[in-house]
Structure formats: structure tokens, C-alpha cells
Nanobody, 125 residues
Framework: QLQLVESGGGLVQSGGSLRLSCAAS????????VAWFRQAPGKEREGVSC????????NYADSVKGRFTISRDNAKNMVYLQMNSLKPEDTGVYYC??????????????????WGRGTQVTVSS
């Protein structure tokens, strides 16, 4: 059973950067595409980014394009989200989620079989 644990969240000022990590255990992460989602208070969970197993295809929400970068190190069973030029509207709990297989399903749906518990990101203005 694949298990995911996020880390790297915190409090940062607007314009700052954070790097989130997602550590996998229980199975090889290289079998799955992995996505990052976030959820702000009172809002629905939204897809942020996804990477296929070999990172040959990555996609991003329009709101984070040019500022966030997803990457993965399959040898270490890790996925990362580098977040630059952070804005207050980026505040929320960030989750990593493994997909059903090697390809990214649409991040407009949060239907995924494996989820971490999330890490809080707070961007102050």
C-alpha cells in the first residue's frame, strides 16, 4: 500500500519561496503519476500540478504557471513542488496524491487512490 507524507510547508512572506516534499513508502512511486493539490479554508480542493512517472509530461494550474515547478526523484521515491513568488492566495493545505497509473488524470478532479495528510502553507501579505 502506497503511503505519502508531505513536508516543507510553513509561513512565508509574499514574494518568498518554499519547497514542498512528498515522500513515498510502501511501493515504488515510479509506477504512478503524482499530483499536488491545495485547499484553502472554505474552498474546494484544487489541482496545482501533476507529473507523469518520468516527468516527461507536467502540467500546472494557470494560477501557478511560471511560479511553481514540480519535479520527482524516483530513485528516492520523492516528489517536490518548488514554489516561487508566492502570493497570499497560495495559502492553503497542500497535498500530494498518486494517480491510478503512470499518466496524469485531469487535476480538475480530486479523485485519486492515494493521498498524503497535507502540509500547511501560509503566505502573508
Amino acid at each position: 500500500q502506497l503511503q505519502l507524507v508531505e513536508s516543507g510547508g510553513g509561513l512565508v512572506q509574499s514574494g518568498g519561496s518554499l519547497r514542498l516534499s512528498c515522500a513515498a513508502s510502501g511501493s515504488n512511486l515510479d509506477r504512478y503519476a503524482v499530483a499536488w493539490f491545495r485547499q484553502a479554508p472554505g474552498k474546494e480542493r484544487e489541482g496545482v500540478s501533476c507529473a507523469t512517472t518520468r516527468s516527461d509530461v507536467t502540467n500546472y494550474a494557470d494560477s501557478v504557471k511560471g511560479r511553481f515547478t514540480i519535479s520527482r526523484d524516483n530513485a528516492k521515491n520523492m516528489v517536490y513542488l518548488q514554489m516561487n513568488s508566492l502570493k497570499p492566495e497560495d495559502t492553503g493545505v497542500y497535498y500530494c496524491a498518486a494517480d491510478w497509473g503512470p499518466l496524469c488524470t485531469s487535476t480538475s478532479s480530486a479523485f485519486r487512490p492515494y493521498w498524503g495528510r497535507g502540509t500547511q502553507v501560509t503566505v502573508s501579505s
